[in-house]
Every structure is written in structure tokens, then in C-alpha cells.
């Protein structure tokens, strides 16, 4: 980042003919999407025909060959995408951008230094079949003859940073599979954010907090608190902890022929994560003589994440079940090298890790590994732990001997359910809910995942290491984890609600996330038959529960007159559509976004900005039973639910008001609502900023289907849509080439190529593109055609 300033300052200082002509000479080096390429090792010539969309068609002999094809046409759109995620989980991303500006870069090494990705990445390897460690490898083998055969300039990144990647291993693939499983199984945040609330709040006070779901919320399948005295390790931890991006969420729908008006399933599915230039996703379709595939890839990685192979499809949602632990060790008073089991003092496993940070010194450090898991407090250089006591982190994601990677390779190549089925449960971390079916109408759900088992306690508070009561004494066996075939209701739905009801006879979870999302699918499903078309409309539906069910309940309180009364009346007459040409949105959010900080923050102090989240649910529990939130404990005088209701609309229309004017029926939700698409350090520069920045006005909310999440604690833009569906896609199983896929922002990485954000509109207005079509047929469409020769034949780039 720093050079990066030094070359922007430099190209600002050049005359503007010149500055002009650096700006076309970086545009014209694009990459090669038409004649002829040679590639290392590939074993017959294969085609990539990319269509009008810059998505790549791979034509080749055989699946080795087409996943040589795909390393290299990942490097070719998204090499700067591939590097950083490496990076990232190497914990190496420091030497490449520095902390000039700021220190997410060398928090995030230290995390990912200390939990050990990337060790474990190189480790997991060794258990990939024959078959994968192909696929792992071929992959491989196309991103470094890109990187050894590119003729074009390195995309703009590289050429700021002066930086040149090294070559591509398998491990830099697998690892990216650690980082999904660390970023979706964030429960071990939960528990020190819940041992910090402890030391200011009661126990029944913290179940305030966190209110169970009402009866009747739907499931997907129905079938120790201590006082422990580690408050300053908790809170060093947790302000020493990278953000690694909003929670969260996805949804999913699987339909049986019986509900659909072809007779065979479909399948619906949008993984909700952060947003940004480029989004995570890159489409690409995959055409051997045995094997078809299709649907969303993560440049880096050579297997098909999301899709449909031509005989099964399949979607993804977190299951948000509590696979991490948090332990706190007791050091051995006699040896500090040492910590107390249940069996005597161990000595911690330790090694030294040292980060390279690009303009400064390097930094050393020491990492320690209990017998839960490595030592995460202690994170921030120079910070002692708490006196007699380290935090330790179990978690099956940082197993070496992780199948995941197997269990997806499986899935891409399954022939139908049964072998879906047997694939996934190689999977180990993070838990998922999947969603399948095939072409014969099999429709099935399984959550597939290590789910440990404990001896004592629900995983909720960090508890003691040295006693082994809290201990794991092993994972439930994969028969017992949920899963189901062929519902008689013709329908699975899961969107991050409970997967199973309180009858299932394990611990997955003790809270789960907001049902508003799940009920909405199932009242827009009814018992109606839905066509391909229906399902895609109802990913892009923006009715939001909350509004519709808690809002009348929030007008019925006393309200102050004047613009209150004016923003009152819009709201009753409101249908809860979160529409971005629509004041509503607007008033509703700002609303429910004081209230929030009205009726916990003074309770909460410093914790409120790590507890502040829209929570409809959460302020119902309040206002129906546990009304004494509502009084501000900081003043005298005692406050009423019905003050501070009516205060927090003031406050948020007020804050408003010096936004947009006095006029609320003139306010817009798109003014404030806006997809934060933008390059995470182009987006930080002048002028290439403004360039290369994406961002786009969209519907949708924090509950609604078609999602658009905020960061409310974020004062600067607290209703800029910064997480959401980066990828959508429907599965036709009466005609696969039927179905739908989009992408937010483009195929290409490179902010001056024509497909760096072509796909946005399409994207935010529910439009979608079809992967499908045979050689001549895209050639007509106007496909380019780049040939892929084998190296050894002597051909050249042309």
C-alpha cells in the first residue's frame, strides 16, 4: 500500500498526456481469450469459449485436462483475488500490503499464524484420493503457466505493489476451504462477547439478551456457566481478533416434483456473505465426454462449490451449529511452559512464526497448542496473558485430517442422491446444511460436519481446561445428524433458522439465527406448484416480517407530534416492502436502530457496539416480558418502554432529517441502501477509487429473502448494504440447462476490463444467465474460442 501511494503520487504528478497513456496502455493488457495458448502438462488440446458475459465454457478430452484449463483461465480474470486469499490464509498478507493503512493485514496474519491454516492446509492433502490430488494438482499446473507464459501486464494491483506471485501449490487451494470454515463457525466470538456480558450482567439478564425462538418458528427438520476470572484476557482477545466480514447466511430451498409444474425437482440456493469488487464468485461450465458441470467457482480453488453436474444439483447454508470451544488453561505455577490437565502438568506445543511486514521490521513470535487447540490469547505483540491463565480454541476446521476437500470433489462427480449422501459425509468443517437432488426426483437435506460432543456444559461460556469435565469426548456419527429424503410436505427450506427441533436428542446449537427469512419462504411456497421462474422471483422478494408484524406494535405506543406524525402515517399504510425508491425502508431501520442502542446501551457499555444488530425479536422479549430494559440505568429518573419507543424515532428522525431534509415522504432507502461493492485497496485511492468502485442502490434488508444487511455500528453508513447474496442460483432438474445463475459484479478481477461490472444490474434486479449450450452454438452466440495446446508440442502464445 505504501508504493502504491508513492506510484499513485508519481502518476498524479505526470503531465495528463502521459498519466492518459499509462491509463490505455494498462487498459490494452488483457488477457488472451482468443487463438492459441500453450499449457504445461495438458494431455490433449482443450477449448475455452468464453460467452458475452466473459463466462468460460471448458471443452476438453478429460477432467484433468479441463481442470488445467480452469486454473488457467482463473488466473487469467482473478489472479489478485487468488493471491490475497492465499495470503490471507497463509498469514502472509503483511509482507505484501503492510499497516500503512491500518492494521487489519498483521492481526489477521497473527490469527491465521497462530491457528495454523495454512500447516493444515499442507497437511490435508495427504488424505485427498488419487483422483482429487489430480484435480488439486492439474489445477495447479494451469495457474503456472499462466503465471510462467502471460504475455500482458500483471493486473493493476501487482504493478502498484510491484509485486510478482509466486508459483501456485495445491495447499493454496485447500487452504481457502480453512478460511470458509473459520469465517462461517464464528461461535468462539459468541462465547467471549457472552463471558464479557457476564462480568457486568446477570445470567437471567444475558437470556434476555439472546431470547429463545417463539413456538411455532419454523425448523427445517422437527424431530455451566462459571465464574471464571479471565476478564482482561477475554477482552484483549477479542479487540486483538481481525474482523473477518459480517456474519453470515444463506438460504436454500429444494422442491419435489410433486410441488413444481415441470414433475421433478428444483432446487434454489443464494450463500449470503460480505460484498465487494470482485464478489467471491466466478461462473464456469466444465464439458468432458463423462462429466458436465456448472455453476459458481472460487478462483483459487478447482472445484465447483455450487451447482449442478448435468445428473444431480446442490446448495449450501450454514448450519450455525456450535462447533467451537473455548478453554481456558490453567499455567502451571511451577513452569511456565507448562499447564495443568486432569493428568498433571503438559508442556505446551510450541513453535516460532515469524511475519514479514512490507516497510518495517519483522515480527516474531511464539505459538502455543494445548490439548484443545492453540493458545489464541496473548494475540496482540507485546501482551502478556492474564495472570495464570491462557484461552484456547477447539475447533474441527483446524483438523489435519480434513476431508472436506474430498467430500466436495465427490459431490462434483456424483452420478445421484445416493452418492450425494455418501460424498458429504467426508465433510468436516464448517457444518452445512445441503440441499440435493437428482434427475430421477430424489430430494434430500443433510447437514454434514464434525459436531462434538461434550461431556459437560452447552458450549455457550468459555470453561476450564484443566478439570476435563467440559472435555469433548468425541463427534456425533453421522447417522444421528440431520438429514431427511423426499418430505411429504414436498419441500425442505432452511435460511439459517433451526435445523431441527427441540425433540432432536443432540446439541447443535443453543441459539440460532432470526427465522424472519425462513417464514417467509414457506409462506410464499404455500402448497402451490412453482415453476423455475416463480423460484426465482421469490429469491428476489423484499417483503420484511418485522416490519409487517413488529411495526404495528411499535405504532401503537404514544408518539411525539410534527415529523413523527408525518413519519407514523407512511408507516401504517406501508406493506413492508424494503423497495430503495421507498422512505419506509428508511424510517423503519433508523428506527429499530436506536431503539436498539436505547434500550441496551447503557447496560451494556463498551460490549453494546459488539451486541448492536437489527433484533425485532430480541425488543418484543423486552417490551412483553422483561420491561426493566427499557429504564436508562444511567440517569434518575425512571424510563418507560413507551418513552424510549417514542424517544429513538425521534432521535433516528432527527439524525435523518440532516441526511435528506424535513420531508420524510421525499426520503429514498436507495440514498443510504447501497451495495458496497468496491476494490478493497483500489477502493481506498484517489480517483481509482471513484473509477473501479461498483456500488449500486438495491432493495431488500436485514430480514428479507432477497438480503441486503447492514453495519449499523458503522456511524459513517449504517444502512450501506455490505452483505448479501453475492450468488444466486436455480435448479431445473427436468432440464438443467434450464437453469439460472448470476453473480453480483463480473467475471473479471480487473477493474479495466469490460466485465468488471457488467453483471451488477443484471444481478440486483433478479435477472440471471444460462450456462449451457454446445460448441457451434456459442460460437454463433458470439463466443471467443482460445485454444489450448499441449507445451511439449512446441506451440507458442499467439
Known sequence: MARAGIALSVLLALPPLAAGGWFLWLRGQQPQISGEVALTGLDAKAEVLRDRNGVPHIFAAAPRDAYRALGYVHAQDRLWQMETMRRLGAGRLAELVGVRYGDFA??????????????????????????????????????????DGHREALPIEFQLLSHHPEPWRPADSLVWGKLMALQLSGNYRDELLRARLLKRLTPQQVEDLFPADPPGTPVTLAAELRDLDVGEGVRRTLAALPDLGPDTASNEWALTGARTSTGKPIIANDPHLGLEAPILWYLARIVTPDFTIAGATVPGVPLHVLGHNGKVAWGFTTTHSDTQDIFVEKIDPQDPSRYVTPDGAKPFVSRSETIHVKGQADETFTVRETRHGPVVSGLEAGDAPPEGHVLALAFPGLASDDRSPEALYRLNHADDAEAVRNAVRLHVAPQQNIVYADRAGEVGIISPGRVPIRRKGDGRVPVPGWTGEYDWSGFLPSYTLPQAVNPPSGQFVNANNAIVG??????LATDWPDASRAKRIVEMLGDRRHSVDDVARQQMDIISLPARDFLPELLKYPLPKGIATDAAALLRSWDGAMARDRPEPLIFEAWLRELSRAVFADELGPDFASYW??????????????????????????????????????????????????????????????????????????????????????????????????????????????????????????????????????????????????????????????????????????????????????????
Not at 112 to 129: C, D
Not at 132 to 141: I, K, P, S, V, W
Not at 502 to 507: A, G, I, K, N
Open 106 to 147: 498483521l492481526k489477521s496474519d497473527r490469527l491465521m499464524r497462530t491457528l495454523g491454516l495454512y500447516r493444515a492446509a499442507e497437511a490435508m492433502s495427504a488424505g485427498l484420493s488419487p483422483e482429487a490430488r489430480e484435480a488439486f494438482d492439474a489445477y495447479a499446473e494451469g495457474v503456472n503457466s499462466y503465471l
Open 502 to 507: 427441540r425433540d432432536y436428542p443432540y446439541r
Open 613 to 798: 444488530e437489527l433484533r425485532p425479536q430480541t425488543l418484543r422479549h423486552v417490551f412483553n416480558t422483561a420491561p426493566r430494559w427499557c429504564d436508562d440505568v444511567t440517569t434518575p429518573e425512571t424510563e418507560t418502554c413507551a418513552d424510549i419507543v417514542a424517544k429513538a424515532l425521534t432521535t433516528a428522525l432527527e439524525d435523518l432529517s440532516k441526511r435528506h431534509g424535513g420531508n420524510p415522504a421525499r426520503w429514498r432507502w436507495g440514498d443510504e441502501h447501497r451495495a458496497a461493492l468496491s476494490h478493497r485497496i483500489l477502493g481506498k485511492l484517489p480517483i481509482l477509487g471513484s473509477l473501479t468502485d461498483l456500488s449500486i442502490e438495491t432493495d431488500g434488508g436485514f430480514f428479507t429473502v432477497n438480503r441486503g444487511s447492514t453495519r449499523l455500528r458503522d456511524s459513517a453508513a449504517p444502512f450501506a448494504h455490505v452483505h448479501g447474496a453475492g450468488y444466486r442460483g436455480v435448479y431445473d432438474l427436468a432440464d438443467l440447462d434450464n437453469s439460472r445463475f448470476t453473480i453480483a459484479t463480473g467475471q473479471s478481477g480487473n477493474p479495466l476490463s469490460s466485465h468488471w461490472g457488467d453483471l451488477v444490474s443484471i444481478w440486483r434486479d433478479g435477472g440471471s444467465l444460462r450456462l449451457s449450450g454446445d460448441r457451434g452454438t456459442l460460437i454463433a452466440a458470439g463466443a471467443e474460442v482460445l485454444t489450448l495446446t499441449p507445451r511439449n508440442t512446441g506451440t507458442q502464445q499467439k
